[in-house]
């Protein structure tokens, strides 16, 4: 394709992917992400016939009326969308397929200082959420959807869903991106792996015997077809941090009984050392000697007795 049929192609794309997008002189005139990506268009045509300085020029200009930095030299496809597009930042070796679509925050950085392709390449029908970030170079295959501030350090294969910090494959053969702009229903591998331990935690409290934990929280009402099954996600997720609440509260309880009968035997110490020092002056005082038990009997008593026993004229 030629630069006017490229540019032309980035300029449909927007009304099918933007449904803000519904008139021609307004996206011409205010759209800045597209203002860009024709730039960019530009300056790229001049890397090709090897003309110097001027493209990183134009790369400048862009950036600083756009806020979206791209690298003249990356390979960019047809029908490339950049939605709102402030912070986007395109590095020198990246490749681009057609039909993809990164919003605002959008990083496709490279590592290492090599003057070679360091930089990822992206697939056909590729959807990069806002603030997500992708490093290194590496391959996101085709029809694949990276999740908001997702951080890709790995390869992707084809028909995935990336997610998390670091990214993470979550499904596989998901929804194709194409079909429409949803960076935001990911699947949450966090909150399945909570439902996964409260199913454990379930099956060891059946075998023990006790009350199936799951069973104290009805506000979850799984029954209803007609709710999306990310609400009904994010439903289970709320829950099982209820549940985790209640279970944080009442091991919190137990550290406090715990703390009391600590104090309460402390003081039971304390009392059995009185008692042992009690019981230590007592036998002190039982072996002392003492002269009050055996009084001495006085001389006026002694004189009076006998005066008593005296005979008359005797």
């Given at each position: 394709?030629?630069?006017?049929?490229?540019?032309?192609?980035?300029?449909?794309?927007?009304?099918?992917?933007?449904?803000?997008?519904?008139?021609?002189?307004?996206?011409?005139?205010?759209?800045?992400?597209?203002?860009?990506?024709?730039?960019?268009?530009?300056?790229?045509?001049?890397?090709?016939?090897?003309?110097?300085?001027?493209?990183?020029?134009?790369?400048?200009?862009?950036?600083?009326?756009?806020?979206?930095?791209?690298?003249?030299?990356?390979?960019?496809?047809?029908?490339?969308?950049?939605?709102?597009?402030?912070?986007?930042?395109?590095?020198?070796?990246?490749?681009?397929?057609?039909?993809?679509?990164?919003?605002?925050?959008?990083?496709?950085?490279?590592?290492?200082?090599?003057?070679?392709?360091?930089?990822?390449?992206?697939?056909?029908?590729?959807?990069?959420?806002?603030?997500?970030?992708?490093?290194?170079?590496?391959?996101?295959?085709?029809?694949?959807?990276?999740?908001?501030?997702?951080?890709?350090?790995?390869?992707?294969?084809?028909?995935?869903?990336?997610?998390?910090?670091?990214?993470?494959?979550?499904?596989?053969?998901?929804?194709?991106?194409?079909?429409?702009?949803?960076?935001?229903?990911?699947?949450?591998?966090?909150?399945?792996?909570f439902r996964a331990l409260e199913e454990r935690v379930a099956d060891l409290c059946r075998?023990?015997?006790?009350?199936?934990?799951?069973?104290?929280?009805?506000?979850?009402?799984?029954?209803?077809?007609?709710?999306?099954?990310?609400?009904?996600?994010?439903?289970?997720?709320?829950?099982?941090?209820?549940?985790?609440?209640?279970?944080?509260?009442?091991?919190?309880?137990?550290?406090?009984?715990?703390?009391?009968?600590?104090?309460?035997?402390?003081?039971?110490?304390?009392?059995?050392?009185?008692?042992?020092?009690?019981?230590?002056?007592?036998?002190?005082?039982?072996?002392?000697?003492?002269?009050?038990?055996?009084?001495?009997?006085?001389?006026?008593?002694?004189?009076?007795?006998?005066?008593?026993?005296?005979?008359?004229?005797?």
């Amino acid at each position: 394709m030629n630069l006017w049929q490229l540019i032309r192609s980035d300029f449909r794309a927007i009304f099918e992917r933007d449904p803000a997008a519904t008139n021609r002189f307004e996206v011409a005139l205010t759209y800045t992400a597209f203002h860009a990506v024709l730039l960019y268009r530009l300056a790229h045509a001049l890397v090709e016939l090897g003309i110097p300085v001027l493209p990183r020029l134009i790369s400048t200009i862009a950036r600083f009326l756009s806020g979206v930095e791209i690298h003249p030299a990356a390979q960019i496809g047809p029908r490339f969308v950049i939605d709102h597009g402030t912070g986007v930042v395109i590095g020198e070796t990246t490749e681009i397929g057609n039909n993809c679509l990164l919003f605002q925050g959008v990083t496709l950085g490279g590592t290492g200082k090599e003057h070679k392709k360091r930089h990822p390449t992206l697939g056909d029908h590729v959807v990069v959420g806002a603030g997500a970030k992708i490093l290194g170079s590496m391959r996101i295959g085709s029809y694949t959807k990276i999740g908001s501030n997702a951080v890709v350090l790995s390869p992707v294969p084809d028909h995935c869903t990336v997610v998390g910090v670091p990214g993470r494959i979550a499904r596989i053969k998901g929804e194709l991106p194409e079909e429409g702009m949803d960076h935001i229903h990911m699947p949450d591998p966090i909150a399945e792996r909570f439902r996964a331990l409260e199913e454990r935690v379930a099956d060891l409290c059946r075998g023990a015997g006790l009350a199936d934990p799951s069973t104290e929280d009805e506000s979850v009402d799984t029954s209803n077809d007609d709710v999306e099954p990310t609400a009904t996600a994010d439903t289970d997720a709320a829950a099982v941090h209820r549940q985790l609440a209640g279970l944080a509260a009442q091991v919190a309880d137990l550290q406090t009984a715990v703390a009391a009968s600590q104090a309460q035997a402390a003081m039971a110490k304390g009392m059995a050392r009185e008692i042992q020092e009690l019981r230590r002056q007592v036998q002190a005082a039982d072996h002392k000697p003492s002269t009050a038990t055996h009084p001495k009997p006085k001389a006026s008593l002694t004189r009076k007795r006998r005066a008593v026993t005296r005979k008359p004229g005797g």
